[in-house]
């Protein structure tokens, strides 16, 4: 990650195994100070029982609250809608501040 930081735009990443124990992987991406798009292919969240839950769910995720954005339950489409909502929000210059004006008149 820290690496790749200079050469990137943003992160998306699906922590799976590190979901729950990733702290070191969370500072990381952190202190990259970029866009991070965290993924699941299910609902993590739901209950068991839920449609597109995990058996085992729901997890508590270490990424969620240090992220940009959390895709989650969609499957593939989970994927799908993160790259795409990234790429427009990377287009757009008011995503992360550039264009507010905090001159004062």
Known sequence: IHSSAANADAYIINPAGLTEIGIP??????ETGKP???VHFANIMAQPSAPRGLPVGPWDSVFSSHVT???????QYS???AIYALALA??????????IDSTVA
Not at 69 to 75: A, F, I, P, T, Y
């Open 25 to 30: 992987t969370k500072h990381a991406l952190t």
């Open 36 to 38: 991070v798009v965290e």
């Open 69 to 75: 954005s959390v895709m989650m339950g969609l499957r």
């Open 79 to 81: 994927y799908a809608g």
């Open 90 to 99: 990377l287009d757009d210059k008011t995503f992360l501040g550039e264009s």
